[in-house]
C-alpha cells in the first residue's frame, strides 16, 4: 500500500519540508525572531521559497534519549499532519519545553498550532 493508497496523500514529511543543516538552523536564531507559550519556543524567520521548512532541536535536559526521541516524534507529528495550515515562507526551529512530557498531544497540538499560525 502506498501512501497515495492510504489517504496521506499531502500529510508527508519530506526534506524539503525540513531545515537539516546547522547554517539553516544558525540563520534562524540569528536574524529571526521568537514567540514562546506554555510547551514551546519558537523561532522563525522569512524564506524565499514557497514553502515553510521545519526544524526541531530537543534539549538533553528534557531527558534521556528515548524521552527525547519520544518528544522530536510527538511533535514533527504535529507538524506533519498539519502542514497545510501553517503560512508558507518560513524557515521555523521548535524548541520544547519540559512541560511536553506531561501534556496531552491534543493540548500540545493546539498549543503549537496557535504559535504556528501567529507567525
Request: proline residues 3%.
Amino acid at each position: 500500500m502506498t501512501p497515495a493508497d492510504s489517504g496521506a496523500r499531502g500529510r508527508t514529511f519530506p526534506r524539503e519540508a525540513r531545515l537539516v543543516q546547522r547554517g539553516e538552523f544558525d540563520a534562524v536564531y540569528r536574524t529571526g525572531k521568537r514567540r514562546s507559550s506554555s510547551h514551546f519556543t519558537v523561532f522563525f524567520r522569512a524564506n524565499e521559497l514557497g514553502q515553510s521548512r521545519f526544524g526541531f532541536s530537543i534539549k538533553k535536559a528534557l531527558g534521556g534519549a528515548v524521552v527525547r526521541n519520544r518528544i522530536r516524534r510527538r511533535v514533527r507529528e504535529i507538524v506533519r499532519c498539519h502542514r497545510t495550515e501553517i503560512p508558507a515562507g518560513w524557515d521555523i526551529v521548535i524548541h520544547p519545553k519540559s512541560s511536553v512530557t506531561r501534556t496531552a498531544f491534543a493540548a500540545l497540538t493546539a498549543d503549537l498550532l496557535r504559535l504556528l499560525k501567529n507567525v
